[in-house]
């Protein structure tokens, strides 16, 4: 019972921020939303067994990536409302739903007509975590190298975009050179 | 209906998921279109996981680790490219973006 | 003998073809000539033929080649010079050569010179394939020739508005007639299997009664529009906006007996539906009293001969109605060369008078025209039905037929018929040629036609005089292929009382006509006297009306129809929809632009609006395998 008004305020908290975050105008609140909303569905996972998982969302998607938001919003000069034309919503709302509809049926049908095996089964007794770092570290290995790799390339592109004058380097520059440099950027400041 | 199923969760995944679309579909301002597509990832990763729960297998858990590990590449590869963006022509709305014509 | 009947059929079609290829020239002098001489060559190759006919009582067919042959239809292009036919291409070919050389000296002045030759010439040609036909497609073939060449002839002057719409009228009412005709020969196919004369006419005596009145009544119809009669006959008199050449050729001898012609060649059929034939006479003398009662009070010369030919159709079929289907056919004979021979003096008088024709305003010509006169006045007592003049013998026969077939509503109409005629006719000539000169101090001065154009008339004049003496021979000549009645009186004394008592009708209608119109008194009427406000008079100077009536009630309510299926169906509905499917194409485009327009957010509904389009599709396909075998038995229900 428990897990059922669990899942049932989860369910719908999830639902309102994320409605939330799409419907603003304002830029701070949707972010907002979308973080709180984040944390809600990590609820989820802890409700579904997925300890692992939960905590992960929570450190990655609440922390990481919320904290990348906000660094990014502050670029921008979110005061300012962007005025949005006013596509037809129906033709949007309906061509949302169908399509979330589509994807559920096709993906549910095997289950419904019960062709799934278990490749990967849980035992029982052993503690989620550790399931998963099994499997983690045995079957998807390559995958999570992968993923590694990706993150770094992420990391590199996302410093090299974002950085400014990313040819000067202060630590190989000598002493004086670096003393001319300020007093050149004093000089503009000044006049 | 207190017996939570995995239909429930999927009826979930498929709300989430249609919210998420009716976002990428409707937002003009880039960043909120980021928003929305994360909605749809998360909404995804409810399904994979509430699939893995109720058949016991690990597969759907170890797919949401994934996605969220792209999830946060994708967040910052597509910030970079928002910021230069953002300096080159000090918007971001979508309608001015169109020169990928024809 | 083939080369001949070769020779007179397509003799005229060269001489069109010649003058045709002058058709936009100005006047040129050989175009006429070699048309005229292209008839005569006709003309004598019919001659040599009628020799021949005559004297070894054979007749010459011929099949050109085949025109359908297909499944069990057997359409050739076939000619037959039989009795019934030589007799037609004589008159035919004869007042065509005399209306040619005539028309040489008429349009003498018209910049259309060439044109008409080629039309007069394509005219002659179309007749005479009418006539020498041997099946009814090819008899339909001429039938419909000849109604575009009338149109074209009668239209000459196309500059008019009065003669175009002239011809619109003649073409249209003789289509609707065509209609008839065609069903008519329908019927014969489909009930006898051809259209050759021979078999059709030999396979119907098996037929049954109700299916052979209605061929006869549908073959008359074609018969009434081309040959005017009521209530089709409007067209005759609005044709006289033709030039008096056309007048002379098609509405007096040879275009409108094509009716009588039909009828005369189907008389196997006729004969077999007596009832139908004894309603072709009433109306037939119904026709002639009408015509002639119209023919009374008209002032214009040319409308009267149209009437007086009128009339005298009516008698024909009144003739071919009782089964006098030879004396019909002679009295068709005779008619057209006294009739032509009216309308060519009267084209002289017009001439003269510079194409007026209102008698009233001429009078005393006959001292300027005496050639015209003389040639006028024998044509109108031959009309009249004097004796020894061709009229006689075959007016007064059809008279003695239907008194002898104890028809006497019939007979008594026909010789009421007879003193109009006189009248009518005398009325004509006293008011053009005797009486006092009106004409000078309107401002004509009359001069007589070229001596050539009088020339050219001699031979009809001659022919209207003897043409009694040909009955014998023509009778003898045509019973082969005919029904051979002889038409005696009972006792001589009704004969003779009956033919002096017609002709003291006639003498004392030809009498009253001149004291009438002879006296000094005549003015220009100029519509207050008494007699041209009374209803009697308006009622027949009006036609009955009837013009007015189809005008009101028959081309008013289909010109708004038209109108009405022009603007709301064609336009709103046809023209809509096809505009509307090539819409579909423009729109479709107009809206998928937006695919490309480099804008992302309408990009990305594409895109979910594309992604749902697949995965629908993927549903699809999966629910029809997971039920395929359900899927096949409904389709294999279906019959795919």
């Given at each position: 019972?428990?897990?059922?008004?669990?899942?049932?305020?989860?369910?719908?908290?999830?639902?309102?921020?994320?409605?939330?975050?799409?419907?603003?105008?304002?830029?701070?609140?949707?972010?907002?939303?979308?973080?709180?909303?984040?944390?809600?569905?990590?609820?989820?996972?802890f409700?579904?067994?997925?300890?692992?998982?939960?905590?992960?969302?929570?450190?990655?998607?609440?922390?990481?990536?919320?904290?990348?938001?906000?660094?990014?919003?502050?670029?921008?000069?979110?005061?300012?409302?962007v005025?949005?034309k006013?596509?037809?919503?129906?033709?949007?709302?309906?061509?949302?739903?169908?399509?979330?509809?589509l994807?559920?049926?096709?993906?549910?049908?095997?289950?419904?007509?019960?062709?799934?095996?278990?490749?990967?089964?849980?035992?029982?007794?052993?503690?989620?975590?550790?399931?998963?770092?099994?499997?983690l570290?045995?079957?998807?290995?390559?995958p999570?190298?992968?993923?590694?790799?990706?993150l770094?390339?992420?990391?590199?592109?996302?410093?090299?975009?974002?950085?400014?004058?990313?040819?000067?380097?202060?630590?190989?520059?000598?002493d004086?050179?670096?003393?001319?440099?300020?007093?050149?950027?004093n000089?503009?400041?000044?006049s | 209906?207190?017996?939570?199923?995995?239909?429930?969760?999927?009826?979930?995944?498929?709300?989430?998921?249609s919210?998420?679309?009716?976002?990428?579909?409707r937002?003009?301002?880039?960043?909120?279109?980021?928003?929305?597509?994360?909605?749809?990832?998360?909404s995804?990763?409810?399904?994979?996981?509430?699939?893995?729960?109720?058949?016991?297998?690990?597969?759907?858990?170890?797919?949401?680790?994934?996605?969220?590990?792209?999830?946060?590449?994708?967040?910052?590869?597509?910030?970079?490219?928002?910021?230069?963006?953002?300096?080159?022509?000090?918007?971001?709305?979508?309608?001015?973006?169109?020169?990928?014509?024809? | 003998?083939?080369?001949?009947?070769?020779?007179?059929?397509?003799?005229?079609?060269?001489?069109?073809?010649?003058?045709?290829?002058?058709?936009?020239?100005?006047?040129m002098?050989?175009?006429?000539?070699?048309?005229?001489?292209?008839?005569?060559?006709?003309?004598?190759?019919?001659?040599?033929?009628?020799?021949?006919?005559?004297s070894?009582?054979?007749?010459?067919?011929?099949?050109?080649?085949?025109?359908?042959?297909?499944?069990?239809l057997?359409?050739?292009?076939?000619f037959?010079?039989?009795?019934?036919?030589?007799?037609?291409m004589?008159?035919?070919?004869?007042v065509?050569?005399?209306?040619?050389?005539?028309?040489?000296?008429?349009?003498?002045?018209?910049?259309?010179?060439?044109?008409?030759?080629?039309?007069?010439?394509?005219?002659?040609?179309?007749?005479?394939?009418?006539?020498?036909?041997?099946?009814?497609?090819?008899?339909?073939?001429?039938?419909?020739?000849?109604?575009l060449c009338?149109?074209?002839?009668?239209?000459f002057?196309?500059?008019?508005?009065?003669?175009?719409?002239a011809?619109?009228?003649?073409?249209?009412?003789?289509?609707?007639?065509?209609?008839g005709?065609?069903?008519?020969?329908?019927?014969?196919?489909?009930?006898?299997?051809?259209?050759?004369?021979?078999?059709?006419f030999?396979?119907?005596?098996s037929?049954?009664?109700?299916?052979?009145?209605?061929i006869?009544?549908?073959?008359?119809?074609?018969?009434?529009?081309?040959?005017?009669?009521?209530?089709?006959?409007?067209?005759?008199?609005?044709?006289m906006?033709?030039?008096?050449p056309?007048?002379?050729?098609?509405?007096?001898?040879?275009?409108?007996?094509?009716?009588?012609?039909?009828?005369?060649?189907?008389?196997?059929?006729?004969?077999?539906?007596?009832?139908?034939g004894?309603?072709?006479a009433?109306?037939?003398?119904?026709?002639?009293?009408?015509?002639?009662?119209?023919?009374?009070?008209?002032?214009?010369?040319?409308?009267?001969?149209?009437?007086?030919?009128?009339?005298?159709?009516?008698y024909?079929?009144?003739?071919a109605?009782?089964?006098?289907?030879?004396?019909?056919?002679?009295h068709?004979?005779?008619h057209?060369?006294?009739?032509?021979?009216?309308?060519?003096?009267g084209?002289n008088?017009?001439?003269?008078?510079?194409?007026?024709?209102?008698?009233?305003?001429?009078?005393?010509?006959?001292k300027?025209?005496?050639?015209?006169?003389?040639?006028?006045?024998?044509?109108?007592?031959?009309?009249a039905?004097?004796?020894?003049?061709?009229?006689?013998?075959?007016?007064?026969?059809?008279?003695?037929?239907?008194f002898i077939?104890?028809?006497?509503?019939?007979?008594?109409?026909?010789?009421?018929?007879?003193?109009?005629?006189a009248?009518?006719?005398?009325?004509?000539?006293?008011?053009?040629?005797?009486?006092?000169?009106?004409?000078?101090?309107?401002?004509?001065?009359?001069?007589?036609?070229?001596?050539?154009?009088?020339?050219?008339?001699?031979?009809?004049?001659?022919?209207?005089?003897?043409?009694?003496?040909?009955?014998?021979?023509?009778?003898?000549?045509?019973?082969?292929?005919?029904?051979?009645?002889?038409?005696?009186?009972?006792?001589?004394?009704?004969?003779?009382?009956?033919?002096?008592?017609?002709?003291?009708?006639?003498?004392a209608?030809?009498?009253?006509?001149?004291?009438?119109?002879?006296?000094?008194?005549?003015?220009?009427?100029?519509?207050?006297?008494?007699?041209?406000?009374?209803?009697k008079?308006?009622?027949?100077?009006?036609?009955?009306?009837?013009?007015?009536?189809y005008?009101?009630?028959?081309?008013?309510?289909?010109?708004?129809?038209?109108r009405?299926?022009?603007?709301?169906?064609?336009?709103?509905?046809?023209?809509?929809?096809v505009?509307?499917?090539?819409?579909?194409?423009?729109?479709?485009?107009?809206?998928?632009?937006?695919?490309?327009?480099?804008?992302?957010?309408?990009?990305?509904?594409?895109?979910?609006?594309?992604?749902?389009?697949?995965?629908?599709?993927?549903?699809?396909?999966?629910?029809?395998?997971?039920?395929?075998?359900?899927?096949?038995?409904?389709?294999?229900?279906?019959?795919?």
């Amino acid at each position: 019972m428990f897990e059922a008004i669990a899942f049932y305020l989860f369910a719908f908290l999830t639902i309102a921020m994320f409605y939330i975050t799409v419907t603003t105008s304002q830029a701070l609140y949707a972010l907002t939303a979308l973080a709180a909303g984040m944390i809600f569905i990590s609820a989820f996972f802890f409700i579904l067994g997925a300890d692992f998982l939960g905590a992960v969302q929570i450190v990655v998607y609440s922390g990481a990536v919320m904290a990348l938001y906000a660094f990014g919003m502050m670029f921008f000069d979110t005061t300012r409302e962007v005025k949005e034309k006013a596509a037809n919503k129906f033709i949007v709302t309906g061509l949302a739903t169908i399509s979330a509809i589509l994807v559920v049926v096709i993906v549910a049908a095997p289950i419904v007509a019960d062709n799934i095996t278990a490749y990967y089964p849980m035992t029982e007794g052993a503690g989620n975590t550790q399931e998963v770092g099994i499997v983690l570290f045995t079957k998807y290995l390559v995958p999570f190298e992968l993923a590694a790799v990706m993150l770094l390339v992420a990391m590199v592109s996302g410093i090299v975009l974002a950085g400014k004058k990313m040819d000067l380097s202060l630590t190989l520059m000598s002493d004086r050179e670096i003393l001319e440099m300020r007093e050149e950027k004093n000089k503009k400041v000044l006049s | 209906m207190m017996e939570i199923g995995l239909n429930h969760y999927l009826v979930l995944s498929t709300i989430l998921f249609s919210i998420g679309l009716i976002g990428v579909m409707r937002r003009k301002n880039l960043l909120m279109l980021f928003f929305a597509t994360e909605i749809l990832l998360n909404s995804v990763n409810i399904a994979f996981a509430a699939i893995s729960h109720f058949y016991g297998d690990l597969t759907g858990q170890m797919f949401a680790f994934f996605v969220i590990a792209i999830a946060a590449s994708e967040v910052a590869v597509g910030l970079g490219l928002l910021i230069v963006w953002h300096k080159r022509h000090n918007a971001i709305d979508l309608d001015l973006m169109s020169t990928m014509r024809g | 003998m083939e080369v001949l009947l070769y020779t007179a059929l397509f003799a005229p079609l060269v001489g069109s073809l010649f003058a045709a290829l002058f058709g936009a020239k100005p006047k040129m002098l050989i175009t006429g000539i070699v048309t005229s001489s292209l008839l005569g060559v006709s003309l004598i190759a019919s001659t040599i033929l009628l020799v021949f006919v005559l004297s070894s009582g054979q007749f010459v067919q011929v099949e050109l080649m085949t025109w359908m042959a297909t499944g069990d239809l057997y359409i050739p292009f076939g000619f037959i010079v039989d009795q019934v036919s030589v007799t037609m291409m004589m008159v035919v070919t004869l007042v065509s050569t005399v209306v040619h050389v005539y028309a040489i000296g008429y349009m003498d002045h018209d910049k259309g010179f060439n044109r008409f030759f080629s039309w007069l010439s394509a005219f002659v040609f179309s007749m005479l394939v009418l006539v020498m036909s041997d099946n009814f497609a090819g008899l339909f073939i001429g039938w419909e020739g000849v109604g575009l060449c009338s149109w074209g002839l009668i239209g000459f002057w196309y500059h008019k508005e009065s003669a175009t719409w002239a011809a619109n009228e003649a073409f249209i009412m003789n289509r609707i007639a065509d209609l008839g005709m065609l069903i008519g020969i329908f019927l014969v196919y489909w009930n006898t299997g051809t259209l050759q004369y021979h078999e059709a006419f030999a396979a119907m005596p098996s037929l049954e009664t109700s299916t052979l009145v209605w061929i006869g009544i549908f073959l008359f119809v074609g018969a009434m529009g081309k040959s005017a009669q009521f209530p089709l006959h409007t067209w005759l008199a609005d044709a006289m906006e033709g030039p008096t050449p056309v007048s002379a050729l098609i509405h007096a001898a040879t275009m409108v007996t094509a009716g009588v012609y039909l009828v005369v060649r189907s008389n196997e059929l006729y004969s077999l539906i007596p009832n139908v034939g004894l309603f072709i006479a009433s109306l037939g003398a119904f026709v002639a009293i009408f015509a002639a009662t119209m023919a009374l009070v008209n002032r214009d010369i040319k409308r009267v001969i149209a009437y007086s030919t009128l009339s005298q159709l009516g008698y024909m079929f009144a003739a071919a109605g009782l089964g006098a289907y030879w004396v019909a056919l002679f009295h068709l004979m005779a008619h057209a060369f006294f009739k032509a021979l009216l309308f060519l003096g009267g084209g002289n008088v017009m001439h003269a008078m510079s194409d007026e024709l209102d008698p009233f305003k001429m009078g005393g010509l006959g001292k300027t025209m005496k050639g015209t006169m003389i040639l006028m006045t024998l044509a109108s007592v031959a009309l009249a039905g004097i004796f020894p003049l061709a009229g006689f013998f075959s007016k007064d026969l059809i008279l003695e037929v239907a008194f002898i077939d104890h028809h006497f509503i019939i007979y008594s109409v026909l010789l009421l018929t007879a003193g109009l005629t006189a009248f009518y006719s005398f009325r004509i000539i006293a008011l053009i040629f005797h009486g006092e000169d009106r004409h000078t101090s309107l401002g004509f001065h009359p001069h007589e036609a070229y001596k050539f154009m009088l020339w050219a008339m001699a031979p009809l004049a001659v022919l209207a005089v003897i043409a009694g003496a040909l009955k014998g021979t023509y009778f003898e000549m045509v019973t082969a292929v005919l029904p051979a009645t002889e038409y005696h009186v009972h006792s001589a004394t009704t004969y003779w009382i009956m033919t002096i008592g017609t002709q003291l009708f006639v003498i004392a209608a030809i009498y009253f006509a001149y004291k009438k119109y002879m006296s000094k008194d005549i003015k220009v009427p100029d519509g207050t006297s008494a007699m041209e406000n009374s209803f009697k008079y308006k009622l027949l100077i009006n036609q009955y009306y009837i013009p007015h009536f189809y005008e009101e009630y028959l081309v008013k309510p289909y010109r708004e129809l038209s109108r009405v299926f022009w603007k709301q169906v064609d336009q709103k509905v046809v023209d809509a929809s096809v505009d509307g499917i090539a819409n579909i194409f423009y729109a479709t485009g107009e809206n998928t632009r937006t695919m490309q327009s480099g804008n992302l957010s309408t990009m990305l509904k594409w895109m979910v609006a594309g992604a749902v389009a697949l995965l629908s599709l993927a549903v699809v396909f999966g629910l029809a395998v997971r039920h395929s075998d359900e899927i096949k038995t409904i389709l294999s229900g279906l019959g795919v």
